[in-house]
T-cell receptor
């Protein structure tokens, strides 16, 4: 009963390094999402993929890229990490506009 | 455009007393509304959802919420708090039909429960 699996759970990077966060879901959902969570800000959408082969920007896409590798997997890439990208990143999936199911998050610190 | 405002950033209750977490929304569409809970170092779990059926929605763990269109509110309640209810709670609105841009999160309310 895995649901949404994110790897890694924790990561520390130096400014300028690159990193890919991985997300996989086993619920056959068509839509997948990446959010970041910062204290007092709630969750903010970075990118989403409404279906396999499509991706679109959310509220805060700058500094990130995504790849919808197949129906199960949706990765988030930081090409040149900045301290402002220190955050907790959540991946979610759903059927179209149905409630989203979330992973346990990746805690990313950029020094 | 949709927006959601959680009126309290922090609520403290004693175990066994009622819980009230307040949420107001704004939506150009007939909205779908959700409450999610986040326990420390965990992802978000859906508590309940309103999708234009009954205005009183029952969720998991004894929580319920009432949709009041005239007040544009969707407050979350529980008759008797338990220590395990201590967590962060998010009110979420969805009004648009397309995926991705549809969910707007409130900034969250931290619920503390004392014994």
């Amino acid at each position: 009963n895995a649901g949404v699996t994110q790897t890694p759970k924790f990561q520390v990077l130096k400014t300028g390094q690159s990193m890919t966060l991985q997300c996989a879901q086993d619920m056959n959902h068509n839509s997948m999402y990446w959010y970041r969570q910062d204290p007092g800000m709630g969750l903010r959408l970075i990118y989403y993929s409404a279906s396999e082969g499509t991706t679109d920007k959310g509220e805060v896409p700058n500094g990130y890229n995504v790849s919808r590798l197949n129906k199960r997997e949706f990765s988030l890439r930081l090409e040149s990490a900045a301290p402002s990208q220190t955050s907790v990143y959540f991946c979610a999936s759903s059927f179209s506009n149905q409630p989203q199911h979330f992973g346990d998050g990746t805690r990313l610190s950029i020094l | 455009a949709q927006s959601v405002t959680q009126l309290d950033s922090h609520v403290s209750v004693s175990e066994g007393t009622p819980v009230l977490l307040r949420c107001n929304y704004s939506s150009s569409y007939s909205p779908s509304l959700f409450w999610y809970v986040q326990h420390p170092n965990k992802g978000l779990q859906l508590l309940l959802k309103y999708t234009s059926a009954a205005t009183l929605v029952k969720g998991i763990n004894g929580f319920e919420a009432e949709f009041k269109k005239s007040e544009t509110s969707f407050h979350l309640t529980k008759p008797s708090a338990h220590m395990s209810d201590a967590a962060e709670y998010f009110c979420v609105v969805s009004g648009a039909r397309q995926a991705g841009t549809a969910l707007i999160f409130g900034k969250g309310t931290t619920l503390s429960v004392s014994s």
